[in-house]
């Protein structure tokens, strides 16, 4: 009688191998159930997943659908005894791992990939799951566009249990048969073999002119044949695939990480939001961004608008962000400082500027480049117009290893010509005792003279009582250098630097840039996020000791935000702006909300919430 999916056989938990019933391992391999352990190097994109530590750990099968995500079944993560589907977007409740291109689980080869979110179906046994880091060297599965026909066959392959091995150090694969394809199910089966704990989620293929298609996941058998099992029949039911190819390529381009910049962008006298956002990797592992600009209306922001992408080519992860009007017309734009790898000569950086049209932004343009020699690594970014020419020009607080008497840090402007950005120049350095990795940079005119500075949010470790010190340091531009840093404030109490987002702005009003920081106060034992806003007026000289302008009382996360600095209302006073993580959607994707602090003069508002979604 054929298996019926309205009978829903055994539950998928139960096709994950768990640790307690593993421990039994075999010296050479076996046949499996499924069917035979296959050739090394056979079936590269299956992965192994392994879920949890001690009474909880289980195994299952996936496949690498793309450079950063294996597709598997959702019951591998269901809770004990909660349903297969749907289950939570996000992180893994357990630590979990892929082992990809490892067909033989005692040898080396392959990668083992954290993973580290969760982007499940809400109709059907599935999920994608996000890979810590891409797998760039194994080619990943094709999806059929094609539904299984009844009677055809399908090549079955998984890591699960065999007919006489709790866990099996090699790949298996074996043919089964099509019976039924249902709305979101296909029943298949195989005499003398069948579809075993650890085999979930593992791949049922097809070969099509030579190439091997997903078509479906294992969900569910009755496991006849396995160790363990009494079970005479041989049916299992596969998650179809076939019909949500576009859900599949959706995923893959998800906005992920995001970086944020501000500017006037359209030259109306208020500044708006720019968030540069990571789309992961195309079908073809090519490395995909987006642009968005939040535009401000003078009581909040519209939608933002996509004003740039690629379907290939520019790497989020290598690229960091800075706005300023570079070219001088008034409308700021947005510039990149960009990691292009090594050369004979060193390693390569490159900056490229989105120019503004005033609507939106022309496509990156590479407007400064180096042989080799410049290393984006111990590359930390700022903008502004350090030489009060009308041009904003690009910084770089640069890490130049040690010395006898320690850490030797430098600053480098790369200066605006109107067109492009001239080679970088050292301007200002110190022989040792200024560590790069304990500052955080940005840019203002501290001292009103029509040039912009750059200040340093230094980590001074802790006191002998154990208080936290931080100190801030001015570098204040002649037009030409930059004289060397001054303490310009330093902490009398505890002030963690590790609990602090920087920003600059003009929030009193008084034509000198002060500073903002965002400050992480912890969670509460009832998990309420608490943070709150300090802000370090200048006096043209030095800093006042941090005011607390804002402070939460819900909860609000520090973590999830990434602050900048702008004048958002035209006022004549910056106000922070704040796009904040606010969760994931049912079917994985990032919602965003946007905040903006509107300041008072001595003060900052409660944050306002613009807008909240998932850009697209």
Known sequence: MPLRTTRRVRAISLLAATAAIGSATLTSPAQAVIGDAVADNTYAFTAKIQIGDGDTSRACTGSLVDAQYVLTASSCFAAAGQPAFPIAAGAPAEKATATIGRTDLTGTAGKVVEITELVPRADRDLVMAKLATPVTDITPVLLAAAPPAAGETLQAVGYGRTADTWVPDRLHAGAFTVEQTDATTVSVTRDGGSICKGDAGGPALRETNGKIELVAVHSASWQAGCLGSDETRNGAVETRLDDIVTWVQQVRALPDESQVASGDFNEDGKEDIAAFYDNGTSPEGKNRASLFAFYSTGTGFAAPKNVWNTPGGFTWSKSKLTAGDFDGDGKDDVAVFYDNGSSDTGRISSLYTFTSNGTGFKAPRKTWTTTGGFNWDVSKVTAGDYNGDGKDDVAVFYDNGSSDTGRISSLYTFTSNGTDFNNPRKTWTTPGGFTWSAGQVTSGDYNKDGKDDIAVLYNGGKSADGKFISSLYTFTSDGTNFT??????????????????????DYSGDGRADIGILYNRGTTTEGVHQSALFTLTSDGTDFAAPHEAWTS????????????????????????GDLYRSGTTADGRRIDSLFSFTSTGTDLKAPIKHWTGSVV
């Open 484 to 505: 060397g840093p001054r303490k310009t404030w330093t902490s009398s109490g505890s002030f963690n630097w590790n609990a602090s987002k920087l920003t600059s702005g």
């Open 553 to 576: 009382t819900g909860s609000f996360s520090w973590a999830a935000s990434q602050v900048v600095s702008g004048d958002f209302n035209n006022d004549g006073k910056d106000d922070i």
